[in-house]
């Protein structure tokens, strides 16, 4: 297994914390169509869990992410920024993290490009994030939690391929 | 885009978004502005800002961000409202919104004077339950009652 570096450290500690502010920026934005959609979210997750995915991905570090997410919960609790979850906040945000390293152990052993497995761990953070979201806070069913799970899947597409991009840039830098 | 399998996966999920929105926006209940559907079993009742705009009501409640807000209005006690619409012997009340989103008040709670009330907010309907120490039970656009 791949030792950390100092360097590394600071890298996901930089992005846990890009991970939680950057969801305020687009939240105005993202309310705009989620509120046309009649769902409680999904579109700003996908922007948050972005960074812990490009993380991951460029400190390949085994459950980083679920070390990140659990940084993440108690940077969030210590700021009081629980949100309608409470207490529970933390679940909220490590188990994005922990479904980022379990997809990222599964999508190594396929023949995926990096774009595609950065993407596709987007989706699956962003989708269990809302899955979690939904468990604990907002238990809709039917209809209105397909279309709430399938625009965080599209989401958390759309913000991977940005992530993709990212990775791609930041590689060099960080390695 | 250069891949075509991230290209189809993409396509895929935009079809299925917009086919998901579009049986939603079919099948969601019109309801008008300000009505609430009051419903038990087969019994249908519609509540109206009227019926809720009762007397004035104040109290704190608390925020998704875990802060105390001072809330002021017009409302009625979520009991007192079953009670005027007949409905005096149940379980639990589910208070549902727009988008889904829902919470419960049990009648054990109510008996024992939870400040559980259904409140006029800017021409809509919204539950705030003062005393809750964060804001599950605070439901805004409320578009529908269910007593079981």
């Known amino acids: 297994m791949k030792k950390p570096r100092l360097k590394t450290y600071i890298f996901m500690a930089l992005c846990c914390t890009m991970g939680l502010f950057v969801k305020k920026i687009i939240n105005p934005f993202a309310n705009i169509i989620t509120d046309s959609l009649h769902i409680p979210g999904g579109i700003s997750t996908a922007f948050s869990t972005v960074f812990i995915v490009v993380a991951v991905e460029l400190v390949g570090v085994r459950w980083s992410g679920s070390l990140m997410g659990l940084v993440q919960g108690g940077l969030a609790l210590a700021m009081g920024r629980v949100g309608s979850m409470g207490a529970l906040m933390p679940i909220g945000y490590f188990v994005p993290g922990l479904v980022t390293d379990l997809a990222r152990m599964i999508l190594l052993k396929t023949n995926c490009t990096q774009t595609e497995r950065v993407v596709f761990m987007n989706m699956a953070a962003s989708v269990s994030a809302a899955l979690t979201a939904n468990t604990l806070v907002f238990h809709l069913k039917g209809i209105v939690l397909l279309l709430y799970l399938s625009v965080s899947a599209i989401s958390g597409f759309a913000f991977g391929l940005m992530g993709a991009e990212l990775v791609r840039r930041v590689k060099k830098v960080i390695r | ?148």
């Open chain 2, 1 to 148: 885009m250069k891949n075509k399998r991230l290209l189809a996966v993409g396509v895929i999920l935009l079809v299925t978004v917009a086919l998901i929105a579009g049986i939603n926006v079919m099948y969601r209940d019109k309801i008008a502005a300000g009505i609430v559907e009051l419903t038990a079993g087969d019994k249908k009742v519609s509540i109206t800002l009227d019926d809720i705009t009762a007397g004035e009501v104040k109290g704190v409640r608390v925020n998704g961000k875990g802060e105390e807000i001072e809330v002021e209005g017009e409302g009625i006690l979520l009991g007192t409202l079953l009670n005027n619409k007949g409905f005096k012997a149940y379980n639990k009340v589910t208070v549902i919104s727009d988008d889904s989103y829902f919470a419960e008040v049990s009648y054990d709670e109510i008996i024992a004077g939870t400040e559980a009330y259904i409140m006029e907010d800017e021409g809509e309907v919204r539950l705030v339950v003062f005393g809750d120490s964060n804001s599950k039970r605070s439901v805004s656009n409320v578009k529908q009652i269910v007593v079981e």
